[in-house]
């Protein structure tokens, strides 16, 4: 029993009397700090056990990484040699798949060829110039290098079932120096102890020693947690670039061992009295070949060329093949330099510079201090956590098992080629070497998708039971971010965006819930996007039903998901919305989806503030209005104009009547669209009439060649025409900056700058010198940077080169203030994602962030850079530009392409609302 009693009643209880148990409460405040203290030493000790695990867990994540970095091609070969002891144990091959069936024959030929040819240039007085790089790396995984980097060659070659000499042999000599450059460290010292003599004074006994625990040190560094010693040991380490004629002789031999070694016998006919021969799987030839796809330019080079058999099994067999850079299981490296940051031991710079020593130069002479807010922004981008969305990649798996051809899968069958007219004239035949050139060429092109299909859904099975993983990313030369991994990734097509998703899940919220709508009705597009707001909405609302069938039976069902633009994406948010819904709290409901917000033809916009044009800037929609402004519909408008006007002249005396007759009926947003937003960076007529050409040929309504040509010559003449009527102070922004350029080329320098956030930027545009390296198997030309500017190239990328390093630095800024924020980011160079729930915030960071980048005297900083850079140079003086003042308009919503919500901020109360 519990007595509870005040201090007066205990003085009344006399000794004599019987008393149970008397028990006094102490004050509410005393038990409250007491509870509190109990509370806090348990959640400390809570944190401190998550902690711990979280440490376990990275820890083990971290050795995973370092493996996968270090040991893949050693994992490789012990497969190989594992396989070949199982077939001699067995006298059976295993049940291989196809390309690893073709490396298990040729493994053990090819590994004795280069073993024999390591000795024979051992033992050679004059070596050959690769002699000392082929012995740093034992034969059996130089064998395995090989065979993978040819047969992924042959996999995205642009030619028919061949690759040049020249490419196969410099990357094959890379990927040698790459792993050499891994293991070089890993391995030095392994079986070598310097012996010291007992009476060898104390300072070698010493130096001995030191050695001694440093090789023990090395032997264990897979296994332990001191990365960043070991990073700062590597960094000790010297180690001279081969330099790509060292890479090109040394890959050309390798590429003769393996035509020399790798065999292929043909498949048994029942009609054949005996087993075919076997064949060379390999073969060097001369081929004419077009370097620039599209151009009618075409050269002799030196080609190696595989068997048709081996081709045909590729696109079956792509996702058997090891995929370098794949992404990390733990956040990457901070970028602190050149090239320091990324992935932990495979070599990675800040920047992809092709090759130019001065763009290297520039990036190794600034110190960090002036980069540190572009090393921040990519540590931002790669910090984001991502996962497969494994309902997603079920479908795509089942489609693709089927035999794909839907929702823009590619057909995994070939279309059929023609057969040889028997006995036909001379129309007949020439007709049919047409189509049967045009079904080779269809068929390589289907070949080539196969293979990059295959690629992304390999690296997918690979990451889907991984809790999240990362990428890594880093800068072209403009400053554009991109992230290292080559195949599955959020800049990729529909496939890879729909199976991707942020690993990290937020609550929908009440705007979220809307702005998943506003994503859906977006992704669905075709004029959809386009819709008023409230319209959008409605149009989501009204197909509920398709919605829940396409998430909940999305391959047997109606698969109303397959009409949307971009099918995968739109699945993705079906389920997302149908959970949301069918949830008795949807605002709840956790999601992973990633959010667009796309720039309004993003650099026009640029522009648009560049030149402080109102018109301009009200057509791209930097300043608010009732309506969304569609500036690819307002060309198309005018397009559609001048073709009405052309169309009414005399066909006989303006042979261009004719023409606008045809296309009156075909012009719409679609046809102008990809014209207008590559006008601002340089597209020039021959590339707007092929982009034109090829809108024309997917309406199909022009058959004829040769007037589907001079269609698509007249519709983009009009186009750009009607451009220029519209954004003439762009274009004069334009005209200034080529000039600039021009004067800058003239005098045989390249345009340098810097952009907003400090990154130094130089045009890598010199006219190349040929450098012969003659090889065993042929000679090889390769290209280097000369001393002479390209002055043409100079001056013509140059406006659309600075564009891409401004929006680049938009799209850097945004991703610090939206860490700064807590938001979740990431950006497809102008379209910027983040959860539904954080998209009004990261609308409102978008816009301060575009406000403050034009804040800045961004032409007057050009112009003075330009003066200090090339003080003996005159520059023209600035243009003209408007009155329009961004600040004024910094609360109004840069709202999206992709049909954003229509935001207006309130800043008395500092919130936002539809």
Same mark, same amino acid.
């Given at each position: ?318 996702? *058997? ?130 293979? /990059? ?40 097509? /529909? ?45 989501? /609302? /009204? ?227 040929? *450098? ?56 497809? *160079? ?85």
């Amino acid at each position: 029993m519990n007595l509870q009693i005040s201090m007066s009643e205990i003085h009344e209880i006399t000794p004599g009397e019987p008393c149970e148990r008397i028990f006094i409460r102490d004050p509410p405040w005393i038990a409250s700090l007491f509870l509190k203290g109990l509370y806090k030493s348990l959640q400390k000790g809570v944190k401190l056990e998550f902690r711990e695990i979280e440490k376990r867990k990275y820890n083990l994540l971290r050795r995973r990484q370092i493996k996968a970095e270090t040991e893949a091609w050693e994992k490789t070969v012990e497969e190989y040699k594992e396989l070949e002891r199982e077939m001699c144990e067995k006298k059976l091959a295993p049940n291989l798949p196809y390309v690893k069936t073709l490396f298990l024959g040729w493994f053990e030929p090819l590994k004795q060829a280069i073993e024999k040819e390591q000795k024979t240039q051992r033992s050679k007085k004059q070596k050959a110039a690769f002699a000392p790089h082929i012995e740093l790396l034992s034969a059996e995984k130089m064998a395995v290098i090989v065979m993978y980097k040819m047969m992924g060659l042959l996999m995205v070659a642009q030619q028919d079932g061949c690759v040049l000499v020249v490419q196969a042999a410099v990357q094959i000599g890379s990927a040698i120096e790459q792993e050499v450059r891994i293991q070089s460290f890993l391995k030095a010292r392994r079986n070598q102890r310097d012996k010291v003599p007992a009476d060898a004074p104390a300072d070698a006994q010493r130096l001995n020693k030191e050695k001694e625990l440093l090789r023990r040190r090395v032997n264990s560094l897979i296994r332990r947690r001191r990365l960043k010693e070991v990073q700062k040991l590597l960094k000790k380490e010297e180690f001279k670039d081969w330099g790509r004629d060292t890479q090109a002789k040394l890959g050309s031999r390798l590429i003769e061992l393996l035509i020399e070694s790798a065999f292929i016998q043909p498949p048994v006919t029942q009609s054949a009295d005996s087993p075919p021969d076997i064949r060379p799987a390999f073969w060097h030839k001369f081929k004419p070949v077009a370097k620039t796809p599209g151009k009618n330019i075409v050269k002799n080079y030196g080609v190696i060329e595989c068997d048709p058999i081996v081709l045909a099994g590729l696109d079956r067999t792509a996702k *058997h093949m090891l995929i370098p850079y794949i992404p990390m299981l733990i956040p990457p490296k901070k970028w602190k330099g050149y090239d320091k940051g990324g992935h932990l031991f495979l070599p990675s710079y800040v920047m992809r510079t092709h090759g130019s020593s001065r763009q290297q130069d520039a990036l190794k002479k600034i110190s960090g201090k002036p980069m540190q807010k572009v090393f921040e922004a990519l540590d931002m981008l790669g910090s984001t956590k991502w996962r497969v969305n494994r309902r997603v990649l079920s479908v795509v798996e089942s489609i693709w098992a089927q035999g794909g051809n839907t929702a823009g899968l590619v057909d995994r069958k070939d279309v059929p080629i023609p057969e040889k007219p028997l006995g036909g004239d001379l129309t007949e035949m020439q007709e049919w070497k047409w189509s049967m050139r045009k079904a080779k060429k269809i068929n390589q092109e289907l070949h080539s998708q196969r293979c /990059d299909i295959e690629l992304k859904l390999s690296v997918a099975r690979k990451m889907k039971d991984e809790e999240g993983f990362y990428y890594p990313h880093n800068l072209d030369f403009r400053g554009r971010a991109y992230p290292m991994h080559p195949h599955l990734n959020h800049l990729s097509s /529909d496939l890879c965006r729909g199976v991707l998703e942020f690993a990290e899940g937020r609550p929908l919220g009440k705007s979220g819930l809307h702005w998943l709508k506003i994503h859906l009705a977006n992704l669905y597009a075709g004029g959809v996007e386009k819709l008023s707001y409230d319209k959008r909405l409605a149009f989501v /609302d /009204d197909h509920l039903d398709s919605i829940f069938d396409s998430a909940s039976n999305p391959v047997n069902g109606d698969r109303w998901w397959l009409t949307a633009e971009d099918p995968f994406q739109c699945l993705a948010a079906c389920i997302n919305l149908f959970e949301a819904l069918k949830s008795s709290s949807p605002h709840t409901v956790i999601s992973h989806l990633p959010i667009h917000q796309d720039g309004s033809c993003n650099g026009l916009q640029h522009y648009a503030a560049l030149g402080r044009d109102t018109l301009e800037a009200a057509a791209v929609n930097l300043v608010a209005g009732e309506e969304f402004a569609d500036v690819y519909s307002e060309i198309a408008a005018r397009v559609h104009d001048i073709m009405i006007r052309d169309g009414n002249k005399d066909p006989t005396t303006n042979p261009n009547a004719l023409l606008a007759k045809i296309l009156i009926d075909q012009v719409d947003r679609k046809l102008v669209k990809q014209t207008v937003m590559t006008s601002v960076y340089g597209v020039t007529y021959v590339g707007a009439r092929e982009q034109i050409k090829r809108r024309l040929e997917e309406k199909g309504i022009i058959s004829d060649d040769r007037l589907l040509f001079r269609a698509a010559c007249y519709a983009a003449k009009v186009t750009l025409a009607a451009l220029g009527e519209i954004f003439e102070a762009a274009r004069g922004i334009m005209s200034w900056l080529g000039d600039c350029a021009k004067v800058i080329a003239a005098d045989n320098q390249p345009v340098r700058w810097t952009t907003p956030l400090g990154l130094p930027v130089v045009q890598p545009y010199y006219k190349s010198e040929r *450098h012969l390296i003659r090889t065993s198997l042929q000679v090889l030309a390769l290209r280097r940077e000369g001393n002479s500017v390209d002055v043409r190239k100079q001056r013509t990328a140059f406006p659309p080169n600075f564009v891409h390093s401004l929006d680049g630095s938009h799209m850097m800024l945004t991703a610090l203030a939206c860490r700064d924020a807590g938001l979740r980011f990431a950006g497809v *160079h102008d379209s910027f994602w983040t959860h539904a729930c954080d998209v009004d915030q990261m609308n409102l960071i978008l816009r301060e962030k575009f406000v403050e980048l034009y804040n800045m005297p961004v032409l007057e900083t050009l112009l003075e850079d330009f003066e200090t850079t090339y003080p003996g140079l005159t520059f023209p003086p600035l243009p003209e530009r408007g009155n329009f003042d961004l600040r004024e308009h910094s609360l109004t919503q840069l709202r999206a392409d992709n049909g954003s919500a229509k935001v207006e901020i309130d800043t008395r109360a500092g919130t936002s609302e539809f």
